[in-house]
């Protein structure tokens, strides 16, 4: 296991959450390809009612 | 109020995420009149077969002046009156449905027809049948018409399992 530094310690502490940030995208564009594809290519697609 | 800079991140992709679906539903709804059914037509179930619409010479398919297809039919224990529904695939189609006794459903699989059908109500469902996906879900024919299914999927009495009918769609022109 690798050893921080204190000043990388620190930084970690403080600096911005990317990996929560980035998860979060992941997240967002995952639900947002699935939403779509159920809506477009599974509800659309079979015809509209109304 | 103090907002952290991870809060604000949060609520914008949420805000894009709420706005792509409802943005999506609003396009389908306006370009292509998709919404659900929302009829709201009352009848008396008792006199159902009296009515002019509902009496057993006037069920069936009828082509309308604009192209469009009236389908009409009535919901009963245990069964759907006419027996054998034929409609053509890719044009606009309208179901109209009654009960003359008790709650019934309506689904037809392959496609978002799936209605219920509630005793004092007519339900009125627009849609059109696509071809390709009702295929899968049904039986091909050599004539190239392919029947599925029309269940009732709402528990109507004992024989619920028994209540269902036949549609047969014919290939777009």
Redesign the interface.
Known sequence: MSKLSPEEEQEILTGPPTGTFALLLAFAAVFIAAWLLLYFGRYMSIGPIS | MLVD??EK??VA??G??VA??LG??LY?AFA??????GNVETVDSTRLHLTEEFREDNLGVTTRPDGSVLITFVAHRYGFTPNNIVVPAGKPLVFRVATPDVLHGLHIP????DTMVVPGYISE??????YD?VAKHGDLKADGSVTVPIFCNEFCGLNHHFMWNKLTVLPAF
């Open positions: 800079s991870l991140r949060w992709v949420i894009v995420m792509v679906m999506s539903i389908t292509y009149q998709a919404h659900p059914p392959g496609t978002n027809i469902v627009n849609a059109v049948i696509n996906e």
